[in-house]
């Protein structure tokens, strides 16, 4: 039941009946409202019981379009082997490998619905795969614009998925410049294309919102008492905050109604009903939400010569900057930064210790947590869930530092010189 779009800087309404970008006041991030009393009427949290497990499950708070999925969301939230009251939330089990996925379905369905053809996207890597996946599924072009050093695997799936390709030597801010210089050219208008840059449109953020809905469904319609999110564009740590709105407005959460898929485990863990803490941790080579927070800013500086092996993360001006930062303050929340020595610790530690071969930018979550630990802001008891943004698998080229656990065969044997090490001296690093 989505009624209108409303600027979060100046509350101006949209209509949600056409394509729309910012608000054409200020600037400001749009974001979808509903008839929340009308859906509270004819919908509870205990209907979604049994329904088909992947983010649509909410469909009734989510725009009214013929989705185009690939199987996105309702990951598992795993309990940690390692802390007993953290879950990792596993958002490598998308399609593409990533939490991407989310968003980019959203956004191409609503493309798809709106009849547009032709969609551009500037992406540090996973959005860009994302897009081209959901853009082959719904038949429309896509038209990516990636930094020339994005992981191999990202520009390898664009590829493969038919996606226009542009490598652009720079980062996400001068791919974005590029995307912006497209739109003021007539060819943009004629045949009807669409930027779905992060938060430059209003349905990515619906389609990560959807992260908030199974953290609340997936322990028992109750919420941690802190969530560690790595923030690049900051559009999940966005949607979770409008989710838990939205889920307060429906009686979703703080209810002792219908408790449905959670195991034992999960109903004992104590959690509170308030919203939690939100963190946002970032790479120490681009940390404009840590250097903006510690300043206490309420918007964000460009950081300059932004370098990090976590590419996600490798966004050097946030556009929902203001956004991001209220959340940070009214969640009573903290953003701490992690180097890349610590990111890829923790990846390899989490591999070995948790069996989950994260990506750097959801390794950054154990660093922080740590971190946080070490300083009290969160106690041994707090339910905590860490967001592992994406899969190991699409970050290769730079997690493949081997281990001391890996033995090379004597040199005389056929396998001296692994087909591995050779295939990755053809394809990448670009
Ligand atoms: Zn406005």
Not at 126 to 135: H, K, P, R, S, T
Not at 390 to 398: H, I, N, P, T
Not at 409 to 418: D, E, H, R, T, W
């Amino acid at each position: 039941m989505l009624t209108h779009l409303e600027c979060t800087r100046c509350g101006e309404h949209y209509p949600a009946d056409r394509p729309q970008s910012v608000c054409t006041k200020d600037g400001g991030v749009l974001y979808a409202r509903y008839d929340l009393a009308k859906i509270k009427k004819n919908f509870s949290a205990a209907q979604l019981a049994g329904r088909t497990p992947t983010m649509w499950r909410y469909d009734a708070v989510l725009p009214d379009a013929d989705p185009v999925s690939l199987g996105e969301g309702f990951t598992p939230m795993l309990p940690s082997r390692e802390f007993p009251n953290v879950f990792i939330k596993d958002e490598g089990l998308n399609p593409t490998g990533s939490f991407k996925a989310r968003g980019l379905s959203a956004a191409v369905t609503m493309a798809r619905h709106f009849g547009l053809k032709k969609i551009a996207i500037p992406s540090a890597g996973n959005a860009a795969g994302a897009l081209a996946a959901y853009a082959a599924a719904a038949g429309v072009e896509a038209h990516i614009f990636m930094p020339k050093d994005v992981p191999a695997a990202n520009r390898i799936e664009c590829d493969y998925y038919g996606a226009h390709v542009t490598l652009v030597d720079g980062l996400i801010s001068d791919c974005a410049r590029k995307v912006a210089e497209l739109k003021d050219s007539e060819v943009w208008k004629k045949d009807g294309w669409f930027d779905v840059s992060t938060t430059k449109e209003p349905y990515r953020v619906e389609g990560k919102k959807t992260m908030g809905y199974e953290v609340a469904e997936q322990l028992g319609w109750k919420l941690p008492q802190g969530i560690i999110y790595p923030t690049g564009g900051g559009v999940g740590l966005l949607g979770m905050w409008k989710a838990f709105e939205e889920m307060e407005a429906l009686g979703w959460i703080g209810s002792e109604g219908g408790v449905p898929h959670v195991s034992p485990r999960l109903r004992d863990v104590g959690i509170s009903t308030g919203r939690p803490k939100m963190v946002c941790v970032q790479s120490a080579g681009c940390a404009p939400v840590v250097k903006a927070w510690e300043e206490g800013k309420s918007s964000m500086e460009m950081w300059t010569n932004a370098a990090t092996l976590a590419s996600g993360l490798r966004v050097p001006k946030p556009y929902g900057d203001y956004l991001i930062l209220d959340i940070l303050k009214k969640s009573k929340g903290i953003a701490v930064s992690a180097t890349d020595e610590e990111i890829l610790e923790a990846a390899r530690h989490w591999a070995k210790v948790e069996g989950i071969f994260a990506a750097p930018e959801g390794a950054a979550c154990l660093v922080a947590y740590r971190k946080l630990r070490a300083s009290g802001f969160f106690k041994p008891e707090d339910t905590v869930v860490l967001f592992n943004t994406g899969s190991g698998m699409k970050y290769l080229d730079v997690l493949d530092v081997p281990g001391k656990n890996v033995a090379r065969a004597p040199a005389n044997s056929a396998s001296a010189k692994p087909a591995v090490r050779h295939i990755a001296g053809i394809i990448g690093p670009y």
